[in-house]
C-alpha cells in the first residue's frame, strides 16, 4: 500500500486516531518528503525543488503543532500530503523505483 492510500484510510479514521497515531502518520509524511528530496529530486537544481526544502522544514518543525490540529483543519492538510505524495510517486516513478518507508 502506498503511503498516499494509506494517508486518505487514516482520513477515513481520523476522529478516532489518537495523539501518537497522529503524529506518527505525520512523522512517516516528512520521512517520505526527505526520502523523495535525496531520490527524485536528485540532480535537480536547487532553486527547483526550494518549495519542497521550505515544506520538510515545516513540517520537521510542526510534527507536534499538526498532529494536534482539530480533526476537520488536519484532514485538510492530509488530503493535500496525499495528493503531493501521490504526484512525487509519479515523478519518482519515471525516475527510479519510489521510496518507502513503514
Avoid at 31 to 48: E, F, I, M, N, R
Avoid at 55 to 80: D, F, H, K, N, R
Avoid at 81 to 96: H, M, N, T, Y
Wanted: net charge negative.
Amino acid at each position: 500500500m502506498s503511503l498516499a492510500t494509506e494517508i486518505l484510510d487514516s482520513c477515513l479514521v481520523l476522529s478516532r486516531l489518537d495523539q501518537r497515531s497522529r503524529h506518527g502518520l505525520i512523522e512517516r509524511i516528512l520521512q517520505q518528503l526527505q526520502a523523495y528530496h535525496s531520490t527524485a529530486l536528485h540532480g535537480v537544481p536547487p532553486d527547483k525543488h526550494f518549495w519542497i526544502d521550505t515544506l520538510i522544514a515545516w513540517v520537521s518543525g510542526s510534527t507536534v503543532e499538526i498532529a494536534s490540529m482539530q480533526t476537520p483543519e488536519l484532514l485538510e492538510i492530509l488530503v493535500e500530503f496525499a495528493e503531493l505524495i501521490a504526484v512525487l510517486d509519479g515523478i519518482s516513478a519515471s525516475r527510479i523505483a519510489p521510496p518507502r518507508f513503514h
